[in-house]
């Protein structure tokens, strides 16, 4: 049974209708849990940098740093000049399915394996995501998508604070070429292959979503800022039409996240605060949810900020609005919410 429900629940008056609502959440936690590997193992989520620094040779370090054409930084780059020893790139524009226009879409089964062999990861390795942000962007994509690919979740785990906070505590960076365990001494047994697992369940495409106008199953809740929502402005990738999915929800990933400008350190905001966050934006999270973005990124914020207080991982609608919001699909957009 959640937490946060049961503060939410005035111990003196317990109606029929909370008793409900709670039955429901626990309905769909136990769907989720038969689709997810320890999903209820949570201890180990997010790891402080201190913790990260005791256990640095025991663990596999990936630097999962992405970002926007618009913001003109290179992540390939910015890693070469400075990452934590030991890590290894995690590119989403380069482990994705080149097949598709769209951006880093999820991989197939073959390439991921390819890839984590490339990267020295294995299926029982412990993950330690970070990116330079302090901001979970990429780093909950990337997170997410060793969930998809069957990684127990209680072997990925999140950098509290990312780059920044591991610099603040005064841990050594190093600058150096991006490598492939085949082509360094890492001590990584070659012989040992990844076997993943895709699981369905934690991700939408386009015809779920379509189908979800109809039989309206689960909220779907979009990430990207007001103003691209409610089609004020033009979207940062050309072409692209503006506006959002029919009776979605807007809840900007930036809402969930404590600024890095003016000293600040990032990371999610309380979470009190997240879950009023989501009740303030009318989400019921008694029911299931899924989440949306540009490209299927800071969805994964949203889906993150749910699952770290508890409640089941929303999938996420891979090809978001760089598919949906193409003008030869011919999808119904709204730029309301009626």
């Not at 880093?104 to 993950?127: A, Y």
């Not at 050594?172 to 895709?198: A, L, R």
């Not at 004020?232 to 890095?260: K, M, Q």
């Not at 900020?305 to 090809?319: E, R, T």
């Amino acid at each position: 049974m959640l937490k946060s429900l049961i503060i939410n629940i005035n111990k003196s008056s317990v109606t029929s209708n909370n008793i409900s609502k709670i039955s429901k959440v626990n309905q769909i936690n136990r769907y989720f849990s038969s689709k997810m590997t320890n999903v209820d193992d949570r201890s180990k989520l997010f790891v402080s940098p201190k913790w990260l620094k005791e256990n640095q040779n025991n663990v596999k370090i990936v630097d999962a740093s992405w970002f926007m054409a618009h913001e003109k930084r290179d992540p390939r780059k910015e890693f070469v000049d400075k990452h934590i020893k030991s890590a290894k790139l995690f590119d989403i524009d380069e482990i994705c399915d080149k097949t598709v226009s769209l951006p880093h879409n999820l991989p197939s089964e073959q390439v991921f394996e390819k890839e984590m062999k490339r990267l020295g990861i294995t299926n029982d390795d412990h993950i330690i995501i970070y990116d330079t942000r302090a901001q979970y962007v990429a780093s909950a994509r990337v997170w997410w998508t060793f969930l998809i690919f069957g990684h127990s979740a209680s072997k990925v785990s999140l950098l509290e604070g990312g780059l920044p906070a591991w610099e603040r505590e005064g841990y050594p960076v190093q600058s150096g070429p991006i490598e492939n365990s085949t082509n360094n001494n890492d001590g990584v047994d070659q012989s040992k292959t990844y076997k993943s697992t895709f699981n369905n369940d934690l991700v939408k495409n386009k015809q779920d979503i379509l189908n979800n106008l109809q039989n309206k199953e689960y909220q779907l809740i979009d990430a990207r800022s007001a103003d691209r929502f409610w089609g004020r402005v033009d979207e940062p990738r050309p072409g692209l039409l503006r506006g959002h999915i029919p009776n979605s929800l807007n809840i900007p990933w930036t809402d969930l996240i404590e600024p890095v400008a003016n000293g600040g350190h990032g990371g999610f905001i309380p979470n009190d605060k997240v879950l009023s966050t989501f009740k303030e934006k009318g989400v019921d999270l008694s029911s299931k949810i899924a989440t949306t973005c540009g490209s299927g990124t800071t969805a994964a914020v949203l889906s993150l900020g749910l699952y770290k207080l508890g409640y089941p991982l929303a999938p996420i609608y891979d090809g978001s609005w760089s598919e949906w919001g193409l003008p030869l699909n011919k999808l119904p957009t709204s730029c309301s919410n009626n």
